[in-house]
């Protein structure tokens, strides 16, 4: 499974990249709008920062249109731009219009296996499912990755599922049993998965242990 980080901070991104934990970034205007520097220029950066791994950029605009041209111009920060594209009518335009120009798009808002289908008929290089926004309103998200899983799977379709809105590592476990394609999490979701309390027991036992022996 793919491991993206979701944030549009430089900093974190490199922290965890210089570890090889990451194969990717996952950004949105809501992630950009809590960084100070200038969204475009952050979005570069990422793209220049992140070699060969695939760096989703969103679109702001919401005509087929707009979402096109804005499109067109977000993957020229870098040949590793997928491009994010909201699950709705001109959104599943853009997207095959983007994809016939070999520009992968990434659909993103998908609350259920029927948008799925739709996104991936469209052509999308990723689907984003938001498990976390549908626990929160009663659902269990994770069911539906199952359920799109097996569809894909039926019918052979190259679109990745990529688990998207990760509130916690049950999330991570859950999806990488299913066989989701990827997953993109925030930072403090892949701190809880480094850190575990008898390893920092453990470690510092030994530690003491040894200043017995000096
Ligand atoms: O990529 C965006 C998605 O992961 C949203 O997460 O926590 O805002 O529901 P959240």
């Given amino acids: 499974m793919k491991i993206f980080l979701d944030t549009a901070n430089i900093k974190s991104i490199k922290f965890y990249n210089d570890m090889g934990l990451i194969d990717g970034v996952t950004t949105n205007p809501s992630l950009l709008a809590k960084e100070k ?25 919401t005509t087929s249109s707009e979402m096109i041209k ?10 590793n731009v997928v491009v994010k594209c909201p699950m709705t009518a001109d959104g599943l ?16 808002l998908i609350f259920s296996s029927n948008q799925a289908i739709l996104a991936a008929k469209s052509g999308a290089k990723y689907i984003s499912p938001f498990i976390g926004r549908l626990d929160d309103i009663g659902n269990d998200g994770i ?52 850190q575990h309390n008898l390893t920092t027991i453990g470690l510092n036992n030994f530690l003491s242990d040894w200043k017995k022996i000096k």
């Fill in 37 to 61: 520097d200038n969204p475009h220029k952050i979005m570069k950066s990422i793209s220049n920062m992140m070699d060969k791994g695939d760096v989703s950029l969103e679109v702001i605009g």
């Fill in 143 to 194: 069911n539906i990755i199952g359920e799109i899983k097996q569809i894909f799977q039926n019918y052979d379709y190259n679109t990745q599922i990529l688990v998207a809105s990760v509130r916690h590592p049950m999330h991570v476990i859950q999806s990488a049993k299913i066989g989701a394609d990827a997953i993109t999490m925030p930072p403090k979701i892949l701190d809880k998965m480094i």
């Fill in 93 to 108: 335009i853009a997207c095959k219009k983007l994809t016939s120009e070999n520009i992968p798009v990434n659909i993103t």
């Fill in 70 to 79: 804005e499109g067109r111009q977000l993957k020229q920060y870098g040949d």
